[in-house]
């Protein structure tokens, strides 16, 4: 059974700050995704990760896939308030992009 | 581009009836996958969809059942509600190739009282 694990599940951060969240699974992928979800909103998608050794960069946010490692990253860099949610890794089980597993999510705060 | 539509955005049952959700998904999509959220299990896959078959299915009974109509529209039903059945319902739709982000709707929210 494919597992995937996000740390921390919960983040608190000023502003300004860096910081990076980690996602492992337990199986061989070559496909991650990133989320992102405000409080009582859907799930937005930050970035598609389809190879080992890809990064993808959108803004205050560069996402990274190991998968020889089996982990990715999302890095964080100078928080601004604004990206207050929960982010979500997911891992592809199929390869296909049909079925994904989701880590249990990391909240992050960021404080003035 | 509209996005992904999911109806009803709310609903409210009793413990025994039976509930069916929609979703649209975006225009030319073809494969709609259905995920539950709850805040002790997280995000779970459900079942997914391509040209009205399902393709994949997650660990989940069989009172959990979905189907796709020709116009790719998805529909999911969930009979004999129990309260653990309370959640955010989601809908993703892709449109099938290598590529393949899927794009959420905006879910359904489902309390079994």
């Known amino acids: 059974e494919l597992k995937v694990e996000q740390n921390p599940l919960f983040l608190s951060m000023q502003e300004g700050k860096n910081y990076t969240i980690y996602c492992n699974y337990s199986t061989t992928s070559d496909r991650l995704y990133w989320y992102r979800q405000d409080p009582g909103k859907s799930l937005e998608s930050l970035f598609v990760?389809?190879?080992?050794?890809a990064v993808k960069q959108e803004g205050r946010l560069m996402a990274s896939l190991d998968t020889k490692a089996r982990l990715s990253t999302l890095h964080i860099t100078a928080a601004v308030h604004d990206l207050s949610a929960t982010y979500f890794c997911a891992v592809d089980m199929d390869n296909a992009g049909n079925m994904l597993t989701f880590g249990g999510g990391t909240r992050l705060m960021v404080k003035p | 581009k509209a996005g992904v539509t999911q109806t009803p955005r709310y609903l409210i049952k009793t413990r025994g009836q039976q509930v069916t959700l929609s979703c649209s998904p975006i225009?030319?999509?073809?494969?709609v996958s259905w995920y539950q959220q709850t805040p002790g299990q997280g995000l779970q896959f459900l079942f997914e969809y391509f040209s009205e078959t399902q393709r994949n299915k997650g660990n989940f009974p069989g009172r959990f059942s979905g189907r796709q109509f020709s116009n790719s529209r998805s529909e999911m039903n969930v009979s004999t509600l129990e309260l653990g059945d309370s959640a955010l319902y989601l809908c993703a739709s892709r449109t099938g190739s290598r590529v393949n982000e899927q794009f959420f709707g905006p879910g359904t929210r489902l309390t079994v009282l």
């Open positions: 990760l389809l190879s080992n050794g």
């Open positions: 225009s030319g999509h073809r494969s």
